[in-house]
T-cell receptor, first 114, second 115 residues
């Protein structure tokens, strides 16, 4: 158990809909990262937040957005969903204080868009 | 643009054998190279990591070999066990200023260790 929690575990929705994925980082971790894992694209970095502020953006679509709240939990919002958005979405957290610190991954949310 | 190339895509090894997974990177700004292990239905978990100023790091049956001039690094699993059957990802991270330190992952290697 990494200490990172993600809800829900599974999500089935239809094209065009909007969903929200939630992540609670390990206690004390200030950085939260979101990654997308799909069969054709592998594990890809989407976005990072540090202590409530956006720090880095990767291959995140404009239809996707995220935020980190004062209690440090984070939400990833996916809108106007398409079939190709079906994937595993992972959240990871790290203390945010060192260059080579470990990122701890949550169990993921499996999204299926029908 | 794939910045970290990983091979092979899949690997089958007999119990007790050595599993070797290779990765190559392009960006010399990378300065931290972790390997993650992922079991079905689980998130990736850190296995072992290395900095580029070290040529080898060993933790139990797992060893990373690092060749900075060739921009290559590899994971060796000695005495492979059926319980090692999982997907392995190499990754790289830039030592950016501030706190932007996302991981760039290889494409993954599915390891099967036969009993």
């Amino acid at each position: 158990d990494s200490g990172v929690t993600q809800t829900p575990k599974h999500l089935i929705t239809a094209t065009g809909q909007r969903v929200t994925l939630r992540c609670s980082p390990r206690s004390g971790d200030l950085s939260v990262y979101w990654y997308q894992q799909s069969l054709d694209q592998g594990l890809q970095f989407l976005i990072q937040y540090y202590n409530g502020e956006e720090r880095a953006k990767g291959n995140i679509l404009e239809r996707f957005s995220a935020q980190q709240f004062p209690d440090l939990h984070s939400e990833l919002n996916l809108s106007s969903l398409e079939l190709g958005d079906s994937a595993l979405y992972f959240c990871a957290s790290s203390p945010g204080r060192g260059l080579q610190e470990t990122q701890y991954f949550g169990p993921g949310t499996r999204l299926l868009v029908l | 643009q794939q910045q970290v190339k990983q091979s092979p895509q899949s690997l089958i090894v007999q119990k007790g054998g050595i599993s070797i997974i290779n990765c190559a990177y392009e960006n010399t700004a990378f300065d931290y190279f972790p390997w993650y292990q992922q079991f079905p239905g689980k998130g990736p978990a850190l296995l072992i990591a290395i900095r580029p100023d070290v040529s080898e790091k060993k933790e139990g049956r797992f060893t990373i070999s690092f060749n900075k001039s060739a921009k290559q690094f590899s994971l060796h699993i000695m005495d492979s066990q059926p319980g090692d059957s999982a997907t392995y990802f190499c990754a790289a991270k830039k030592g950016l200023s501030g706190s932007a330190r996302q991981l760039t992952f290889g494409s993954g290697t599915q390891l099967t260790v036969l009993p």
